[in-house]
């Protein structure tokens, strides 16, 4: 590979010209004729009688993928943009009209789904199993079967038109206002005003003081604009609520799980076992306290280092090591990840502006991805860099399918992600030289454990109470504080002496209006990914390819059905997911052990 490496992106080779970009307002303009011009077509069409009449519902198809994948390619850059510079005024306003779009987008499908879900019977099932339209058979039933389950078209489309400016629109002021976050703080004598991104990497710091004096101030911040935060978390939630209630859903997570393809058995079996393990987990946070010389680990403290191995992870020195490690379980995934440093698909350079968190996202025209980062040099950040660069890589392989084939839900989707940090941590272990070394790798890892079955459980708990709340109306923030340390101490089996009650503040997943309950599918790729991977050392260098045939089939099947036909297993039984969380538990017995 080649270095040193940029850690900036390029994104002039997707648009030139950043939010002031020519040919993406051009790009912009013709989604959106192209878009009117479909829903016009919608207008004149008739149902097919017989098989030999769904030439035009075949160019239909192919018109309303088109505009799918395009309108992926202008969703994923202008969150680039918006991500990497968030006083960007005019990419926000780019956001918007993307959203807009969207909202078209979605009309368009209210009609096509209308049309799947009136075709007789007969002729439905001849059509499926033509050549062109057998490979999206999955897909087509789908949306057939959840066409019917909600409002007719025309209030669907309301709908979708109504949430730009209101259910979405209050998701984009949540970004407006994190924009304006400044962490205070005092470095070398001096006061900074760090961003919520930057100040997010302070609480990995090795000294528990920075920690400390950071959380409190972090805490603090977001506290002063609780209301605000408040005001957008109700009436996104307002919004969804009033939804379901027209369509007749009663449960809140309906929704969620059908876009995770999954059943509310296999959620509850998955967290059964969770709860039930979660013993060892707590000795495991009592040890790492008196490592630390506390009676009992704060909220800051969870994730802190344990000792002092770890020097500053250069860029150009986590780039070798992720590419070294991944070649030994996919040259496929490495040579993937070797394009994306040096083609600089990847934003990791730490300054101010940058919004917090990371992520990956699609470019399915160009067939490129990018992710994003505040690199630090932490052994988190290198983790999170691993992460994104497995979604990329599920997204590669996925690249020649129709494009209804590639919406693979979320939590398939962290899958490949999670898989790619075990990798990299288990690669890393096997290396390590001293008692004293391990101990630090473990509790790294570990701690992915402990993120994935308690922090991720609080938010699942805080969200599913929040909603049972909200339909009684308004939840101030005093008491969205209450529900979210209620919340965590129930998932931390109340082994931490302090809280972050602000959370549900400061975590964006709370505001995303895509995807809702953007929690549990965390752990579910958690579980999921441990599993596969066991059945990876399992079956040794062959597996490569079984491992892509499974990515690419996580956009049309069900997480019931993927696991059946590549691993042989029933995620409705807990037999899967004990042997799933066995393997991190085997992780904290041994940390438990050297740490006597």
Same mark, same amino acid.
């Given at each position: 590979?080649?270095?040193?490496?940029?850690?900036?992106?390029?994104?002039?080779?997707?648009? !030139?010209?950043?939010?002031?970009?020519?040919?993406?307002?051009?790009?912009?303009?013709?989604?959106?004729?192209?878009?009117?011009?479909?829903?016009?077509?919608?207008?004149?069409?008739?149902?097919?009688?017989?098989?030999?009449?769904?030439?035009?519902?075949?160019?239909?198809?192919?018109?309303?993928?088109?505009?799918?994948?395009?309108?992926?390619?202008?969703?994923?850059?202008?969150?680039?943009?918006?991500?990497?510079?968030?006083?960007?005024?005019?990419?926000?306003?780019?956001?918007?009209?993307?959203?807009?779009?969207?909202?078209?987008?979605? !009309?368009?499908?209210?009609?096509?789904?209308?049309? /799947?879900?009136?075709?007789?019977?007969?002729?439905?099932?001849?059509?499926?199993?033509?050549?062109?339209?057998?490979? /999206?058979?999955?897909?087509?039933?789908?949306?057939?079967?959840?066409?019917?389950?909600?409002?007719?078209?025309?209030?669907?489309?309301?709908?979708?038109?109504?949430?730009? %400016?209101?259910?979405?629109?209050?998701?984009?002021?949540?970004?407006? /206002?994190?924009?304006?976050?400044?962490?205070?703080?005092?470095?070398?004598?001096?006061?900074?005003?760090?961003?919520?991104?930057?100040?997010?990497?302070?609480?990995?710091?090795?000294?528990?003081?920075?920690?400390?004096?950071?959380?409190?101030?972090?805490?603090?911040?977001?506290?002063?604009?609780? %209301?605000?935060?408040?005001?957008?978390?109700?009436?996104?939630?307002?919004?969804?609520?009033?939804?379901?209630?027209?369509?007749?859903?009663?449960? @809140?997570?309906?929704?969620?799980?059908?876009?995770?393809?999954?059943?509310?058995?296999?959620?509850?079996?998955?967290? %059964? @076992?969770?709860?039930?393990?979660?013993?060892?987990?707590?000795?495991?946070?009592?040890?790492?306290?008196?490592? /630390?010389?506390?009676?009992?680990?704060?909220?800051?403290? @969870?994730?802190?280092?344990?000792?002092?191995?770890?020097?500053?992870?250069?860029?150009?020195? !986590?780039?070798?090591?992720?590419?070294?490690?991944?070649?030994?379980?996919?040259?496929?995934?490495?040579?993937?990840? @070797?394009?994306?440093?040096?083609?600089?698909?990847?934003?990791?350079?730490?300054?101010?502006?940058?919004?917090?968190?990371?992520?990956?996202?699609?470019?399915?025209?160009?067939?490129?991805?990018?992710?994003?980062?505040?690199?630090?040099?932490?052994?988190?950040?290198?983790?999170?860099?691993?992460?994104?660069?497995?979604?990329?890589?599920?997204?590669?392989?996925?690249?020649?399918?129709?494009?209804?084939?590639?919406?693979?839900?979320?939590?398939?989707?962290?899958?490949?992600?999670?898989?790619?940090?075990?990798?990299?941590?288990?690669?890393?272990?096997?290396?390590?030289?001293?008692?004293?070394?391990?101990?630090?790798?473990?509790?790294?890892?570990?701690?992915?454990?402990?993120?994935?079955?308690?922090?991720?459980?609080?938010?699942?708990?805080?969200?599913?109470?929040?909603?049972?709340?909200?339909?009684?109306?308004?939840?101030?923030?005093?008491?969205?504080?209450?529900?979210?340390?209620?919340?965590?101490?129930?998932?931390?089996?109340?082994?931490?002496?302090?809280?972050?009650?602000?959370?549900?503040?400061?975590?964006?997943?709370?505001?995303?209006?895509?995807?809702?309950?953007?929690?549990?599918?965390?752990?579910?790729?958690?579980?999921?990914?441990?599993?596969?991977?066991?059945?990876?050392?399992?079956?040794? !260098?062959?597996?490569?390819?079984?491992?892509?045939?499974?990515?690419?089939?996580?956009?049309?099947?069900?997480?019931?059905?993927?696991?059946?036909?590549?691993?042989?297993?029933?995620?409705?039984?807990?037999?899967?997911?004990?042997?799933?969380?066995?393997?991190?538990?085997?992780?904290?017995?041994?940390?438990?052990?050297?740490?006597?």
């Amino acid at each position: 590979m080649k270095q040193p490496l940029q850690p900036t992106w390029d994104l002039d080779s997707i648009f !030139a010209g950043g939010s002031g970009s020519a040919p993406f307002a051009s790009f912009l303009q013709t989604l959106q004729e192209d878009l009117s011009s479909l829903q016009q077509q919608f207008k004149e069409f008739q149902l097919p009688r017989n098989v030999e009449e769904t030439g035009k519902l075949n160019e239909l198809l192919d018109r309303i993928q088109s505009a799918m994948q395009r309108l992926r390619e202008a969703s994923a850059f202008t969150e680039c943009l918006t991500a990497e510079n968030q006083k960007d005024r005019q990419a926000v306003l780019l956001t918007g009209r993307v959203k807009s779009i969207n909202a078209q987008l979605l !009309a368009a499908f209210t009609r096509f789904d209308e049309i /799947l879900s009136k075709m007789d019977e007969q002729v439905w099932n001849a059509w499926l199993e033509t050549a062109e339209v057998k490979p /999206l058979a999955f897909n087509l039933n789908e949306r057939r079967e959840q066409a019917r389950d909600k409002l007719p078209p025309e209030q669907e489309a309301l709908a979708g038109d109504l949430a730009v %400016d209101g259910y979405h629109g209050w998701g984009e002021f949540y970004n407006t /206002l994190v924009s304006r976050i400044r962490i205070p703080s005092t470095e070398d004598g001096k006061t900074v005003h760090w961003s919520a991104g930057q100040a997010s990497n302070k609480m990995h710091d090795p000294d528990p003081e920075v920690r400390s004096r950071i959380f409190k101030q972090w805490e603090q911040t977001w506290g002063e604009q609780a %209301d605000l935060f408040a005001d957008t978390l109700n009436y996104m939630a307002g919004f969804r609520l009033k939804l379901y209630e027209h369509r007749g859903w009663d449960s @809140v997570l309906k929704e969620s799980l059908e876009i995770n393809r999954m059943s509310e058995q296999t959620l509850q079996v998955m967290w %059964d @076992v969770i709860v039930r393990s979660k013993p060892v987990f707590v000795q495991y946070l009592q040890r790492k306290a008196k490592l /630390l010389g506390k009676d009992k680990l704060s909220w800051e403290d @969870v994730e802190a280092p344990v000792g002092s191995l770890h020097k500053k992870v250069s860029y150009d020195e !986590a780039a070798q090591s992720i590419v070294e490690q991944f070649r030994k379980f996919s040259p496929k995934m490495a040579d993937f990840s @070797v394009r994306a440093f040096e083609e600089r698909w990847i934003e990791a350079e730490d300054r101010p502006g940058k919004r917090p968190g990371g992520f990956c996202t699609s470019l399915p025209v160009s067939r490129q991805t990018r992710i994003f980062l505040t690199f630090a040099g932490t052994p988190s950040n290198v983790s999170t860099l691993a992460h994104e660069l497995g979604h990329g890589y599920h997204q590669l392989v996925m690249d020649d399918l129709p494009a209804l084939s590639q919406e693979y839900a979320m939590n398939v989707a962290e899958t490949a992600s999670t898989l790619a940090e075990a990798i990299m941590m288990d690669s890393t272990l096997k290396q390590a030289e001293s008692d004293e070394e391990r101990i630090v790798l473990l509790d790294e890892k570990i701690q992915n454990s402990i993120a994935f079955y308690m922090n991720i459980h609080a938010r699942f708990l805080f969200e599913t109470r929040f909603y049972e709340l909200r339909k009684q109306g308004l939840v101030g923030a005093d008491r969205l504080c209450e529900l979210m340390a209620e919340a965590q101490k129930e998932a931390y089996c109340d082994a931490l002496s302090e809280y972050h009650p602000h959370f549900w503040a400061s975590k964006l997943h709370f505001y995303i209006t895509d995807v809702p309950f953007y929690n549990f599918p965390y752990t579910f790729g958690y579980l999921f990914s441990a599993g596969i991977y066991a059945e990876a050392l399992r079956r040794g !260098a062959g597996f490569e390819e079984q491992y892509i045939d499974l990515l690419r089939d996580t956009g049309r099947m069900t997480v019931e059905q993927l696991a059946q036909k590549h691993l042989g297993v029933d995620l409705t039984k807990p037999d899967f997911w004990q042997s799933a969380v066995d393997l991190t538990v085997n992780d904290v017995r041994e940390f438990l052990q050297i740490t006597e």
